[in-house]
């Protein structure tokens, strides 16, 4: 079954250091990836997509994504975090079984400290 | 302004009544999704729909149903509302198969 995990249920960074958060899929075909970001009493916004061609992709606010097909993964990267950057993350793969559908992760809520 | 509508925003609702939660969208999209976020449990897909006049069970389908009329409207229905059906609902959109996803702003349920 197509599943997607995020296996850090939150992080806490400081303000200005680099954020890596992980993702790992499980799909048999070519995935359709992406992340969303949810602020506090927010909808999801999306983040970035990987579908196909240079798997490093990149997004808005700064982030970017490496897609590695060999880990199933598709990390999500920002060089220098700011705190505006605290909200809650989602990792999504886009799956084509019985009608098309994205699978959400659980989730990676972010902490940035001063 | 383009985008999702939902409604209500937040609701308290009797266990064993019946609710419909409502959705529209004005971008054309073919494709919308219902989705309950839990904590915990990220986002969890209820049901689906392609294109208007087709609909699809996702994750966690039992105690929901969906029609899909027209493009534009996609709403959710609780035959009767139990307590574990509360949670915050999201709708969302995408163009086709394989976009991304536009979401509402969600609606906050809560069943006692």
């Known amino acids: 079954a197509q599943s997607v995990t995020q296996p850090d249920i939150h992080i806490t960074v400081s303000e200005g250091a680099s954020l890596e958060l992980r993702c790992n899929y499980s799909?048999?075909?070519?995935?359709?990836l992406f992340w969303y970001v949810q602020s506090p009493g927010q909808g999801l916004q999306l983040l970035l997509k990987?579908?196909?061609?240079?798997?490093l992709v990149q997004g808005i606010k700064g982030f970017e994504a490496e897609f590695k097909r060999s880990q199933s993964s598709f990390n999500l990267r920002k060089p220098s975090v700011h705190w505006s950057d605290a909200a809650e993350y989602f990792c999504?793969?886009?799956?084509?079984?019985?009608?098309?559908?994205?699978?959400f992760g659980a989730g990676t809520r972010l902490f940035v400290k001063a | 302004i383009a985008g999702i509508t939902q409604a209500p925003t937040s609701q308290i609702l009797a266990a064993g009544r019946r609710m419909t939660l409502r959705c529209t969208q004005d971008m054309r999209h073919n494709a919308m999704y219902w989705y309950r976020q839990d904590l915990g449990l990220g986002l969890r897909l209820i049901h689906y729909?392609?294109?208007?006049?087709?609909?699809g069970k996702g994750e966690v389908p039992d105690g929901y149903s969906v029609s899909r009329a027209n493009t534009d409207d996609f709403p959710l229905t609780l035959a009767s509302a139990v307590p574990s059906q509360t949670s915050v609902y999201f709708c969302?959109?995408?163009?086709?198969?394989?976009?991304?996803?536009?979401f509402g702003q969600g609606t906050r349920l809560t069943v006692v």
């Open positions: 990987y579908f196909s061609g240079d798997t």
């Open positions: 969302a959109s995408s163009v086709g198969v394989h976009t991304e996803a536009f």
């Open positions: 799909y048999g075909a070519t995935p359709y």
């Open positions: 999504a793969v886009g799956v084509s079984t019985g009608g098309f559908k994205t699978i």
């Open positions: 729909s392609n294109t208007a006049g087709t609909t």
